[in-house]
C-alpha cells in the first residue's frame, strides 16, 4: 500500500527557515531557497514563495513583524512566525519524516494502453525518453559538483538520493527497452484476437 504526504513543502520550507534564521522578508527567502538549491531537491520554485506567505499570512501561521527600506529598493515586510505557524511547522516536520511519497507515473498507465496504430513508433518515442532522462541525470551531476561544497551533509544525503532516484529510473528505462521486441509482439497478438 503506497502512502501519500500531504506535507506543504513550501510551508516547511518558510516556517523552518523563519524558525531557524529569525524573521525575513520575501525576497529573503527566495534569495535563501536559490542558495540552498532546493528546486533541486523538492517541488518548491522560488517564485511560488510570495503566494505562500500571503497564504500563511492570512491563515495565521505568520505575522508581519515590520517593514523594511534599504536604500532604493522597495519595502518589504519582514515576516516571523507565529505560535500556531509554530504549532503548524512541529506537524509538518513530523509528517514529512514520517511520510513516503512514491507517486504514481502517469507513463505506467500509458504503456499499458498502447495505440496498435503507433507501436513502430514505440522504440524511438521510448529511446527519446530514456535519452531526456540520461540528460537530466548529467545536469543533475555537473550542477551537483558546482555546488556541493556549499551543502550540509543532510542536503548532500538528500541530493543523494534525487541522484538515486533519477539513476534508478534510468535503470527500469533501460530495462523496459530490452522487454520492448516482446511487448510490442504481445500488443500485436492481444489486438489481433479482439
Do not use: C, N
Amino acid at each position: 500500500m503506497q502512502e501519500y504526504s500531504l506535507v506543504s513543502s513550501i510551508r516547511l520550507f518558510i516556517l523552518g527557515s523563519l524558525e531557524e534564521r529569525g524573521p525575513m522578508h520575501g525576497h529573503a527567502l527566495r534569495l535563501l531557497a536559490e542558495e540552498e538549491h532546493v528546486d533541486m531537491w523538492t517541488d518548491i520554485t522560488g517564485g511560488a514563495i510570495y503566494g505562500a506567505i500571503k497564504r500563511m499570512d492570512a491563515d495565521g501561521l505568520i505575522e508581519e513583524l515590520r517593514t523594511e527600506r534599504h536604500g532604493h529598493y522597495p519595502e518589504r515586510q519582514v515576516y516571523r512566525v507565529t505560535d500556531a505557524g509554530q504549532r503548524a511547522l512541529a506537524e509538518l516536520r513530523s509528517e514529512g519524516l514520517g511520510s513516503i511519497v512514491m507517486k504514481p507515473d502517469p507513463f505506467d498507465l500509458a504503456i499499458t494502453r498502447l495505440d496498435p496504430a503507433t507501436l513502430d513508433e514505440l522504440e524511438e518515442v521510448l529511446g527519446d525518453r530514456l535519452a531526456r532522462l540520461r540528460a537530466g541525470l548529467a545536469r543533475f551531476g555537473e550542477h551537483y559538483d558546482r555546488v556541493e561544497r556549499y551543502l550540509s551533509r543532510a542536503e548532500r544525503m538528500t541530493m543523494r538520493h534525487q541522484r538515486m532516484r533519477k539513476e534508478t529510473e534510468i535503470a527500469w528505462h533501460e530495462e523496459l527497452m530490452s522487454a520492448l521486441p516482446g511487448i510490442i509482439e504481445d500488443e500485436r497478438r492481444r489486438r489481433s484476437t479482439k
